[in-house]
């Protein structure tokens, strides 16, 4: 069974930084691809990074380069978020999720953890 567990979130102030953590088991977790999306209040999901196991390479949207970072260990089966300079717009529910290819079509969803950025 595919379980992907997120932690690390909280309440945070503006312009601080949060580090997300996702730990994966039930997959061969060095040949996957691991995204970070969120889903705030009243708007729909978006990715905000993604990264493939197989080769590092990273992936982000425009609205989060520059201030978030994926990053991942496969000796731990565990993938990283880190957001720093935080605005009070990133509040959301945040899912580590993921796929054998695909960063922003996801096979897998963990429960999601909630950051909140209070101004």
């Known amino acids: 069974e595919v379980q992907l567990v997120e932690s690390g979130g909280g309440l945070v102030q503006a312009g601080g930084s949060l580090k997300l953590e996702c730990a994966g088991t039930?997959?061969?977790?060095?040949?996957?691809?691991i995204a970070w999306f969120r889903q705030a209040p009243g708007k729909e999901r978006e990715g905000v990074a993604c990264i493939t196991n197989k080769d590092g390479k990273t992936f982000y949207p425009e609205s989060a380069k520059g201030r978030f970072s994926i990053s991942s260990d496969s000796a731990k089966r565990t993938a990283y978020l880190q957001m720093n300079n935080l605005k009070p717009e990133d509040t959301a529910v945040y899912y580590c999720v993921a796929d054998r290819a695909l960063c922003w079509g996801p096979e897998y969803w963990g429960q999601g953890i909630q950051v909140t950025v209070s101004s």
């Open positions: 039930g997959f061969t977790f060095d040949r996957y691809v």
